[in-house]
Structures are given as structure tokens and as C-alpha cells.
């Protein structure tokens, strides 16, 4: 049974791909008072296009009328101009939107050297990639991206050595590509697949069987309500445990309160859907994922509530008893808990007790925590960031200052051996059947292209299945790890990307990646996008900050809640050390980041506006004091901190970046991106933050470039990543190239 947490939490984007009339007001949350209503007069300005040359013209803007709605939130007057722009379903907030596009790709479009980096880029982007095999009975299946195409199929082999065969082709399900593939798994004997469709690649999902051999798509077998769904076969493949949650609209539930009412229900294939077994009921909780998965003998249940990303309630039923009911193993605790399960025993990854990780062998028959047996300690040197069974061994994934190690061990936690690596850079746990001696792993670094290799568990002889191919040579770039120190005294890493010859004049263009929450380190990736940005002389840098698990959970805990603005200290700490190295300046300092990372680029923005010369901000949030209200933000109130409790919105309202913008101050030069049909994000963060900066900023141009039939994610076609990444890297070397305005 594979790792159950990794399909039942769905997060904030942790890396970039490198792809009219007044709203009602929404009713005011605990504590939370309106005050006012009353709307100023102005009149709009007309749309101008920009000139090519960044600087000469700053561009007029679509009229914003700016409002002078107040609400007392726990005794403070908190300010919202633009809360209309919340509805994104108001004709008003289109037509202001659509207006706001436009401008964006209208300035981007004119500036000079786009047309090349769209190129050169259109060139690295178009080349075949390929995911990960697994087998399933006699067949193997993996996902394959061929040169030229916008989307990934998922492919089929009769064998190892058979004839690739179309399983799933999501280019065929939409004309205009706003159709993708959401997550898929095939049942154990390889003969048919669930798997879920995504218009607009939002998170809102219908899952889908089909039969492997015909291609036949069951017209029964169609479950709405799958946003979270990720099937998990019987050993018989007659049914599937899947997550289910309210459909949208038609349940008549806030969707900000739709992970409260998520259930785990069977489905028996042939049946109507809507008459599912119901496994474990809704927890009533909107801030907490439910989710469930079967092990590889059908005998043991595990279901798993995650509260946030630091807390774990975990359940289990053993199908084979006369009365099967849910049994605790570990719930109520300050800790997580990760559950594996082979032949009548439960491996458990958890924090508990150990920030950098432990793995505990558990017999299901006795499953009280005084009977649990660490078999692997704690190490001090490193974080144990994954753990999987393949071929009845422990493989075991850790970080060793942000670089990763593989092992293998017995199921007794004996070491076997380590997995020797190509060099520093990331790897994943070794991926395969519990039964199975064939398993799989893929290794990446900034200059290395992600190789995935093929390992026997018995023998250790490896080869290579595949590797992508790029047409850019990445040994002319060295990859060097240094260390900040951040206020407080901490010590953050980052990785700085160069040219072999790079030479510390502070000319350098730079980009600044940063993300810093929901424990998700940044590690060592390969991504051919940033080689227009080093072939153009400039220099590529991520930042692991706190907020992260880098380091463990000490590591994660130190950047969330009422710890949130150590993440920010530590990006600043960040660029002053680039600074401070020679490596370039301010002016020549662009921050990057998106989702969670969005909102890190929006605090540099309103935090340190000296620090950045540009600022490309994805998919963000901005306004904390309202995130709960939106999108997927009560799944994220464990980390952030609620505004219904007076101490988590005295920190939230801190560091709000939509709430810290000064009228007439000069802030870095901003590209907002966001997409239409985000429903995690929501886009009234970008739209309302766009229009205060456009209001206040004597500064560089602020654009609001809105991705079209795109969710959090983009729009899963390989164009709109190219003219996406094209336009971002067109718009940062127009002004960090340009002299510093006065």
C-alpha cells in the first residue's frame, strides 16, 4: 500500500512550471464587523498601449473605483477598497479583468527580446519526457510527453519489451485543450484504470473507468464530487476506496466548507455511484483532508485524517473480521503519522518524538502505542522525508542539507544498502510493487536532466530506463550551496545557479525563488526553463527558508503561524547575502514565487519594495485576513492561522501584503499571474492586490496577466507554458537590464 498522505493532502503549488454592477458583500466571519459601504466617485481612465521599451511609458490602467469599506475585525479596522473585485462572477469584475489582460499582454507582448526568449524557450519546452513505470499484472504503464506535443498520454506495454500502446489521451477530451488528466491508477492486475478528468485544469474533478485492453470508458462507472479522489483498488479489482466530496452548487454547501463533508465510500464497479457504500463518515471539519487506501492483500483498511500538515489521526479496519470497525492507531497527537502496510504489519513514518523522522514496525493484532517497535532511530543529520515498500524491503528517502540519500533496508530496518546517486541532487523513494523485485527512482539536479532508473531489490543492479534530453548543454553551469544568516541568528541555505565563468561584477541579473511553507522542501530540480535565463548572463538562486522540511519539522514549524514572517526574514536575509557576495545588486534582484510562494513574493513587495527591482508573483495569496473565505483556504488555516482567533489574526494581518501597501511609495516593477478557473487560489487575491499597487506604486509598472480555461496549476499545454515563461522572463530583463528609475 503506498504512502496514504500523499494523495489525500492537496497543497498550495510548491514550484513553478517552468509551464458590470456591485458584488453583494460576503457575510462578515466571527469577530468580524462590517462598517461601511459607501462608494467614491471617479471617473475611468482610458487603456493605452505600452511602448516597446520598458520605462519610456508607464501604462494607464483600467479605472479601479476604490471604496471605502471598512470591517473591525477583533477591535482593529481593517481596510478593503477593493473587495467588489472579490466576485469573480460579476460582469463588472470581467469586464475589469478582461481589461487588465489585455493591458498585460499587450505591454508584454511589445517588449524588446520577447520574441527570442519565446523561441529559444518554445525550443527547450517541445521535447519528449517521461514519468515513471509501474507494473500491474503482466503490464507496465508510465506517462510519456512526446517531442512537439502539448500533453502527457499515459502509455501501456504487454510486457517490459511490448508495443507501446494509448491508454489515456487527454489532447483528445477538449478541442481547445481545457481538459486534462487528474490522477489515475490502475487496478493490480492491469486490466483497467480510474482516473479523473479536470476541466480548465482546475482541482474540481469526475473520475472515469476504462476497461485496458478495448479502451472502453464505462458510462456506468462516472462519480462526481472527485476533487480528492484517489482510487484504491481491491486485490480483485471489482471496486475501489475513493474520497468523495459535495459537487459544487449542487449540494448547496460554501465551498470553503466542502473538505468537512468529504466521505470515504466503496465503489463496486457496474454500480450506480450514487448508491456507494459510505466507509468513514464526514469529519464535520472543513480544515482537515479525509482519506483512505487499501493494502495489497485487501485485508487491512487505513484511513487517514490530516489536520493541516503537521497533524495525523490515523484509523485502520481489518476487512477479514466478522464486523469490520474502525480501530485508532494514532490519534490526537501533536505529530504526523504515514502508514505503509505489507503482510499483517504497518510501517509507521512519524515525527512523533523525532522533527527529523522515525519509522516504527507495528502488528496490527496489538496495535496500542506502548507495542509500537522503532526499527529505524532518528537520524541527526539528515530528515527521513519518505518511506516505501517494494519487493518486501523499506526503501527509505532523506535530506542531508537539502541534497538527497537513498536506502534500502530490511523490513526489520537492517541497512541492505544505500542506493548510490549520479552526484548531489534529488531523488525520489523507490517506487514498485510490495511483491514486485523490479522498482524504479529518478534523480535530478539544476544541471543534471532527470534520469529514471530501473533497480532489482535483490541484487542492486541498475540501469537506466530513461532520461530526458535537452537541447542546451547544462555542463557549462556550476551549482553552489551557500548559507545566509536570517535575523534571528538561523542559518538558510541556497543554491545559486551560474555560468562556469561567471564573474562578481553585481551586474547580474537574478532570480530569487522562494517558497517557505506546508513542509515542502525545495530541492535540487532540473528544469530546462532556466536555461534562457543563465544563457542571457543571469544567475538562478532558491532559497530553502523555514516553512519548509528541509530540516525537519523544527525546520517547518519555524515559518508557520504566528512564525510566518521568519520565511520572509529569511528570503530578505537571502538576497542581502547575494548582495553582499557580489553576485548582483538590487537593481539587478528579481523575486519569484508562487501559490504559498506568491504570498512570499507579495511580503518582499510590501516588506522590503528597496530590496527587489522586479517582482513576479503567481497564483498568490495576498489578503489574509479573507483567505479562509475562498477556495480551498480552510484546508490551510493549520498552517497560517485562523482569523477567528484574535492572536492568529494579529499575526495574519502583520504581515498581509494587500494590507501593507503605502500610496506613493516606489515598489518594485510586478507581473501578477493568475488564472481564471483557480478554484484553490482564489484570483480575487491577484485582482485585489493589482489594483491597490496600481493606486498606490510611484514606482515600475504593475500588469495582471490572467491565464485563460487555467487553474492553480496553468493550463497543461506545453504552448501556454512557453508564452507564460516567455513573457515572465521578457518583463524581469526589461527593467533589471534598464538603468534604476530616479
Given at each position: 500500500m503506498r504512502s496514504l498522505s500523499r494523495f489525500v493532502r492537496l497543497g498550495l503549488l510548491t514550484r513553478l512550471t517552468l509551464v458590470a454592477g456591485s458584488c453583494a458583500p460576503h457575510a462578515s466571519p466571527a469577530g468580524v464587523a462590517a462598517v461601511s459601504r459607501t462608494r467614491f466617485a471617479e471617473e475611468p481612465a482610458p487603456v493605452t498601449d505600452a511602448s516597446s521599451k520598458a520605462g519610456d511609458r508607464m501604462p494607464v490602467y483600467p479605472f479601479s473605483r476604490r471604496t471605502d469599506d471598512v470591517d473591525v475585525v477583533h477591535g482593529v479596522s481593517v481596510a478593503d477598497p477593493y473587495r467588489w473585485l472579490e466576485d469573480g462572477s460579476s460582469p463588472e469584475v470581467r469586464a475589469w479583468a478582461d481589461a487588465q489582460d489585455a493591458l498585460a499582454r499587450r505591454f508584454l507582448a511589445g517588449l524588446e527580446g520577447r520574441a527570442a526568449i519565446e523561441a529559444r524557450v518554445r525550443e527547450l519546452f517541445y521535447v519528449e519526457s517521461a514519468g515513471t513505470p509501474r507494473r500491474a499484472g503482466s503490464r507496465w504503464f508510465f506517462p510519456r510527453r512526446d517531442a512537439g506535443k502539448e500533453k502527457f498520454k499515459i502509455y501501456w506495454r504487454e510486457g517490459r519489451s511490448g508495443e507501446d500502446q494509448v491508454l489515456l489521451d487527454p489532447s483528445q477530451w477538449a478541442a481547445?485543450?481545457?481538459?486534462?488528466?487528474?490522477?489515475?491508477?490502475?487496478?493490480?492486475?492491469?486490466?483497467?484504470?480510474?482516473?479523473?478528468?479536470?476541466?480548465?485544469?482546475?482541482?474540481?474533478?469526475?473520475?472515469?473507468?476504462?476497461?485496458?485492453?478495448?479502451g472502453a470508458v464505462s458510462a456506468i462507472d462516472v462519480i462526481e464530487g472527485a476533487k480528492y479522489a484517489w482510487p484504491s483498488w481491491t486485490p480483485s479489482g471489482s471496486g475501489f476506496y475513493y474520497t468523495w466530496v459535495p459537487v459544487p452548487v449542487a449540494d448547496g454547501i460554501d465551498p470553503a466548507d466542502r473538505p468537512g463533508y468529504a466521505e470515504v465510500r466503496f465503489h463496486e464497479l457496474g454500480k450506480d455511484p450514487r448508491t456507494d457504500r459510505v466507509v468513514h463518515e464526514k469529519t464535520g471539519n472543513p480544515k482537515s483532508f479525509l482519506g483512505a487506501a487499501i493494502d495489497r492483500t485487501g485485508r487491512w483498511l487505513v484511513a487517514t485524517i490530516e489536520h493541516g500538515w503537521s497533524r495525523t489521526d490515523v484509523f485502520f479496519q481489518d476487512l477479514h473480521a466478522a464486523k469490520p470497525v474502525w480501530r485508532p492507531l494514532a490519534v490526537g497527537q501533536d505529530a504526523r503519522y504515514d502508514v505503509s502496510v505489507d503482510r499483517d504489519r504497518f510501517f509507521v513514518l512519524t515525527n512523533e518524538g523525532a522533527p527529523r523522522s522515525r519509522v516504527f514496525r507495528v502488528d496490527p493484532a496489538q496495535p496500542e502505542r506502548d507495542r509500537w517497535s522503532e526499527i529505524i532511530a532518528e537520524r541527526?543529520?539528515?530528515?527521513?522525508?519518505?518511506?516505501?515498500?517494494?519487493?518486501?524491503?523499506?526503501?527509505?528517502?532523506?535530506?542531508?542539507?537539502?541534497?538527497?540519500?537513498?536506502?534500502?533496508?530490511?523490513?526489520?530496518?537492517?541497512?541492505?544498502?544505500?542506493?548510490?546517486?549520479?552526484?548531489?541532487?534529488?531523488?525520489?523513494?523507490?517506487?514498485?510493487?510490495?511483491?514486485?523485485?523490479?522498482?524504479?527512482?529518478?534523480?535530478?539536479?539544476?544541471?543534471?536532466?532527470?534520469?529514471?532508473?530501473?533497480?532489482?531489490?535483490?541484487?542492486?543492479?541498475?540501469?537506466?530506463?530513461?532520461?530526458?534530453?535537452?537541447?542546451?548543454?547544462?555542463?557549462?553551469?556550476?551549482?553552489?550551496q551557500l548559507?545566509?544568516?536570517?535575523?534571528?541568528?538561523?542559518?538558510?541555505?541556497?543554491?545559486?545557479?551560474?555560468?562556469?565563468?561567471?564573474?562578481?561584477?553585481?551586474?547580474?541579473?537574478?532570480?530569487?525563488?522562494?517558497?517557505?511553507?506546508?513542509?515542502?522542501?525545495?530541492?535540487?530540480?532540473?528544469?530546462?526553463?532556466?536555461?534562457?535565463?543563465?544563457?542571457?548572463?543571469?544567475?538562478?538562486?532558491?532559497?530553502?527558508?523555514?516553512?519548509?522540511?528541509?530540516?525537519?519539522?523544527?525546520?517547518?514549524?519555524?515559518?508557520?503561524?504566528?512564525?510566518?514572517?521568519?520565511?520572509?526574514?529569511?528570503?530578505?536575509?537571502?538576497?542581502?547575502?547575494?548582495?553582499?557576495?557580489?553576485?548582483?545588486?538590487?537593481?539587478?534582484?528579481?523575486?519569484?514565487?508562487?501559490?504559498?510562494?506568491?504570498?512570499?513574493?507579495?511580503?518582499?513587495?510590501?516588506?522590503?519594495?528597496?530590496l527587489f527591482r522586479v517582482a513576479l508573483c503567481?497564483?498568490?495569496?495576498?489578503?489574509?485576513?479573507?483567505?479562509?473565505?475562498?477556495?480551498?483556504?480552510?484546508?490551510?488555516?493549520?498552517?497560517?492561522?485562523?482569523?477567528?482567533?484574535?492572536?492568529?489574526?494579529?499575526?495574519?494581518?502583520?504581515?498581509?501584503?494587500?494590507?501593507?501597501?503605502?500610496?506613493?511609495?516606489?515598489?518594485?516593477?510586478?507581473?501578477?499571474?493568475?488564472?481564471?478557473?483557480?478554484?484553490?487560489?482564489?484570483?480575487?487575491?491577484?485582482?485585489?492586490?493589482?489594483?491597490?499597487?496600481?493606486?498606490?506604486?510611484?514606482?515600475?509598472?504593475?500588469?495582471?496577466?490572467?491565464?485563460?480555461?487555467?487553474?492553480?496549476?496553468?493550463?497543461?499545454?506545453?504552448?501556454?507554458?512557453?508564452?507564460?515563461?516567455?513573457?515572465?522572463?521578457?518583463?524581469?530583463?526589461?527593467?533589471?537590464?534598464?538603468?534604476?528609475?530616479?
Open positions: 481547445d485543450g481545457s481538459k486534462s488528466l487528474g490522477v489515475w491508477n490502475v487496478s493490480h492486475d492491469g486490466t483497467k484504470v480510474a482516473y479523473t478528468i479536470k476541466s480548465n485544469n482546475s482541482d474540481e474533478a469526475t473520475l472515469h473507468v476504462m476497461d485496458v485492453a478495448t541527526p543529520d539528515a530528515t527521513l522525508e519518505g518511506v516505501s515498500i517494494v519487493g518486501h524491503h523499506l526503501s527509505l528517502a532523506y535530506l542531508k542539507d537539502v541534497a538527497s540519500q537513498l536506502e534500502l533496508r530490511s523490513e526489520d530496518g537492517a541497512l541492505v544498502r544505500n542506493i548510490e546517486l549520479p552526484g548531489l541532487g534529488s531523488a525520489s523513494s523507490l517506487s514498485g510493487e510490495v511483491d514486485d523485485d523490479v522498482a524504479y527512482y529518478s534523480f535530478q539536479s539544476f544541471t543534471y536532466p532527470t534520469e529514471i532508473f530501473e533497480t532489482s531489490v535483490g541484487t542492486g543492479n541498475t540501469s537506466t530506463w530513461y532520461r530526458v534530453h535537452v537541447p542546451a548543454d547544462p555542463s557549462k553551469y556550476d551549482t553552489e548559507f545566509a544568516t536570517s535575523r534571528d541568528g538561523t542559518r538558510v541555505p541556497f543554491f545559486v545557479v551560474r555560468a562556469r565563468d561567471f564573474q562578481k561584477n553585481g551586474s547580474a541579473p537574478a532570480m530569487l525563488y522562494g517558497y517557505g511553507g506546508f513542509q515542502a522542501a525545495q530541492t535540487p530540480y532540473f528544469a530546462s526553463s532556466i536555461f534562457p535565463w543563465l544563457e542571457r548572463g543571469g544567475i538562478w538562486v532558491i532559497a530553502n527558508l523555514r516553512g519548509g522540511s528541509e530540516y525537519g519539522e523544527a525546520w517547518h514549524r519555524g515559518g508557520m503561524g504566528h512564525a510566518k514572517q521568519n520565511v520572509f526574514d529569511d528570503y530578505f536575509a537571502v538576497a542581502q547575502e547575494l548582495i553582499a557576495r557580489g553576485y548582483t545588486t538590487a537593481d539587478h534582484l528579481a523575486a519569484l514565487g508562487g501559490s504559498n510562494g506568491g504570498l512570499l513574493v507579495g511580503a518582499a513587495v510590501a516588506q522590503r519594495p528597496d503567481a497564483v498568490p495569496l495576498l489578503d489574509m485576513v479573507r483567505y479562509q473565505r475562498f477556495g480551498s483556504g480552510k484546508t490551510w488555516s493549520e498552517e497560517y492561522g485562523s482569523v477567528d482567533d484574535p492572536d492568529d489574526f494579529a499575526a495574519l494581518y502583520a504581515y498581509s501584503p494587500y494590507h501593507h501597501i503605502d500610496k506613493g511609495k516606489k515598489y518594485p516593477s510586478i507581473l501578477l499571474l493568475s488564472a481564471d478557473s483557480d478554484d484553490r487560489v482564489d484570483p480575487m487575491h491577484a485582482r485585489k492586490f493589482a489594483a491597490e499597487l496600481q493606486w498606490a506604486s510611484s514606482g515600475g509598472p504593475v500588469l495582471l496577466r490572467i491565464e485563460k480555461h487555467a487553474g492553480h496549476g496553468g493550463a497543461d499545454l506545453v504552448r501556454a507554458a512557453v508564452e507564460r515563461v516567455a513573457d515572465e522572463y521578457a518583463f524581469a530583463l526589461a527593467f533589471l537590464m534598464a538603468p534604476p528609475v530616479p
